[in-house]
């Protein structure tokens, strides 16, 4: 089960149903499946607090990801600030709503094993996203 959530900010929108089912289309190209997965959006000041508290982070972040995974089930708790992912779509010359999909995605693909912070990392990620990006248009496209 997928839940989505905000904390002092609007809820962004989504269409819950066809993001939930791109998710887990997601997940089983990498055999995985979907246990609880928790989306969070907040805005900046409440994502420091969080990695302040749990990374020992002082600093922003577009995502944080909690991974609960037992074998090939994903759970996890995914926290999004809503105000970097605006920034960085103005930033990046992207559309709010593609910026947002990419960071929900980010989360996932994290819980599945990709990692972005080695050599070579962020590459594979960034590659990773695109396919996974391309998906959802496929998937919208058929609706």
């Not at 997940?27 to 508290?53: C, H, P, Q, S, W």
């Not at 105000?83 to 593609?98: I, M």
């Not at 960071?103 to 996932?108: K, L």
Request: with cysteine; glycine share 6%; hydrophobic share 35%.
């Amino acid at each position: 089960m997928i839940t989505y959530n905000s904390e002092n900010i609007k809820m962004p929108r989504l269409k819950r149903r066809e993001t939930s089912a791109w998710i887990e289309t997601v997940a089983a190209t990498y055999d995985r499946r979907i246990g609880e997965i928790g989306y969070m959006f907040v805005d900046d000041e409440k994502i420091l607090e969080v990695n302040r508290e749990y990374l020992g982070h002082d600093y922003y972040t577009d995502i944080i990801t909690f991974d609960y995974d037992e074998s090939d089930v994903l759970n996890g708790d995914i926290v999004i600030s809503v105000d970097t992912v605006r920034s960085n779509a103005e930033q990046f010359g992207k559309s709010f709503d593609d910026e947002l999909h990419r960071v929900i995605i980010h989360g996932i693909l994290h819980l599945c094993g990709i990692n972005d912070k080695g050599p070579g990392e962020r590459e594979l990620m960034e590659a990773a996203e695109d396919r996974a990006l391309t998906l959802l248009k496929l998937l919208s496209d058929k609706q």
